[in-house]
Structure formats: structure tokens, C-alpha cells
């Protein structure tokens, strides 16, 4: 991992009201000195979605921001682009397609300095198929259901911004368990992190995630687990036996290279914006 610290976001994140995501990336990115590039590549609103993040982050205080929304592999290899990240102190990736997000900037100059900002320092955040992007390998597309089987989910390079982990979003909400758990069936030496909507994993470079929001992080270790996979075929369920399954709410930690939750949770007052008294 680099110096800088990620946000993987499980999409639908709070834009309203407490924006406790945004404004700790918003914080993480330097605040009122924070210069912030949000690409919205992946996103089919167009431009529009990177203005919204602008207005965002913008009231949250940062004072620079700078939306970019590359379409074509051309415009990810234009030194514009690139420039306009060279000098971030925070890079936002919005949501959409992550395919259209990977298939676009992947290999590119744009993608290059997005690394080489991490590794100098930078907050990188990316929100639903940001999120997955963040990883060296995503979940492209797939099915839903709590059933893992055989096929479930096409796997496509990613960013490499969070390399070891594989990363699915709107977790709860489109029941997402079972292709998580055929992911890492075929790939254990991934560990799964399953993100909720309007829920954060905050990466440090220390590998330890901090979880923010109001869901859970489902974290699927399957480096001890025996799998049938291998003698599946088609789209039958197949067998998956000894993951280590933990589900974190806000507040807790967890050790992404010893893979093991850390004893002591971070403050309380983290969990949906609540006091710990409440």
C-alpha cells in the first residue's frame, strides 16, 4: 500500500444532511488547503455528477476542485487531464459503471497519476463502482443472492489503489453475499469486503480499515476455506466450507494484511454521526 489513505464507499452515501463521509474525506484531503480532482468517468450522468461532488465538497470547505470526466482512453492520456490530478491532495471517483470506468482510464496516463498521487500522500475515495475500482481486481458485473454459485460474477482489472482485497458495494441492499463469497472461492487469496450504502472502510497506510457510516463492512477471509469450485460447472451453487466471516459496523477496525479485527474500536461518535452516549 502507498502512503495516502483510501475511502471505499458502498455508494448512496449521505450528500444531505450530516455528510459525515464526505466531510472526513473532505478532512483526509487537507480541508480548507485541500485541492480535490473528482473523475466521474464511470458515471452515465455526463459532467453533472461531477459538479454535484463539486457543490459538495465545496460547502464541506475545500477551497479547489476540479471535476474531470474522461470518456474516451484519448482524453485519459492527455496531459491535461493528468495535470489537473498531479497536484490533488484528494481524488474522488464517482459512481456508475465500473466497467466503463476501468475500460476508460485503466493503463492510461490519468490512471498513472492517480497512483503516483496515492503513493505521494493523497486521500483516494471512490464511491460504488469507484469503490471497486479502487482494488487490482473488481467485480465487473453479476448476479444477487445469498447463494454463491458457479459464474456469479465476471472479474475485470482495476485501479490498484487497494491491492489484496476485492471490494462489492450496495452490499446489503442488492444482496450481494453470495457473489462475494464465489469471488473469493476461486480467489482466496483476496480478502472480500462487502460495503453497505452510506458506509465507508477508511484505509490508512498502516493497512488498518476503519469503518464510518450508518451500515456495515462484511469482511470474507477465505484463505483457510476448502471449495468445490473447481469441479463446478455452469451456474450451480457450489460448496465453500471454513470462511472467516466478521461484520463491522461503525466504530470498528480491522487489520487488512493480518486480516484480524483490532481489539480496541475506534471512537464511538463515528457511528452515523451518533454520540456515544445515544
Keep these: 500500500m502507498g502512503d495516502g489513505t483510501v475511502l471505499v464507499i458502498g455508494g448512496a ?10 466531510a472526513r474525506f473532505v478532512q483526509l484531503a487537507g480541508g480548507p488547503d485541500a485541492t480535490i480532482a473528482v ?27 476540479r471535476p474531470l470526466h474522461a470518456t474516451t482512453r484519448a482524453q485519459a492520456n492527455d496531459e491535461t487531464f493528468a495535470r489537473a490530478v498531479r497536484d490533488a491532495t484528494g481524488i474522488f471517483l464517482t459512481g456508475g459503471n465500473q466497467l466503463r470506468l476501468s475500460s476508460t482510464i485503466g493503463g492510461t496516463i490519468l490512471a498513472e497519476a492517480v497512483l503516483e498521487r496515492f503513493r505521494e500522500g493523497a486521500a483516494v475515495a471512490g464511491t460504488s463502482a469507484g469503490a471497486s475500482a479502487m482494488s487490482t481486481h473488481m467485480i465487473a458485473f453479476g448476479a444477487s443472492g445469498g447463494t454463491p ?14 491491492p489484496g482485497v476485492i471490494v462489492d458495494q450496495h452490499f446489503q441492499q442488492r444482496n450481494r453475499l453470495g457473489r462475494l463469497l464465489s469471488v473469493i472461492a476461486n480467489n482466496p487469496s483476496l480478502l472480500g469486503l462487502g460495503v453497505d450504502e452510506d458506509t465507508a472502510g477508511i484505509v490508512g497506510p498502516d493497512g488498518i480499515m476503519e469503518v464510518v457510516g ?9 484463505s483457510a476455506a476448502e471449495t468445490d469450485a473447481w469441479d463446478v460447472h455452469g451456474h450451480r451453487p457450489l ?37 456515544a452516549s445515544s
Design 13 to 22: 452515501e449521505d450528500k444531505i444532511r450530516d455528510r459525515l463521509i464526505l
Design 39 to 65: 473523475i466521474s468517468s464511470a458515471s452515465a450522468f455526463g459532467s453533472a455528477a461531477g459538479e454535484r461532488y463539486r457543490a459538495v465538497f465545496s460547502e464541506l470547505g475545500a477551497t479547489t476542485v
Design 149 to 162: 454459485k458457479h459464474r456469479m460474477a465476471a472479474l475485470a482489472a482495476g485501479l490498484g489503489v487497494l
Design 214 to 222: 450508518r451500515g456495515s463492512i462484511t469482511i470474507v477471509d477465505g
Design 239 to 275: 460448496m465453500i466450507s471454513g470462511v472467516v466471516l466478521h461484520a463491522l459496523p461503525a466504530g470498528y477496525r480491522f487489520d487488512l494484511r493480518r486480516r484480524h479485527r483490532v481489539a480496541a474500536p475506534a471512537l464511538k461518535t463515528l457511528k452515523g454521526g451518533a454520540a
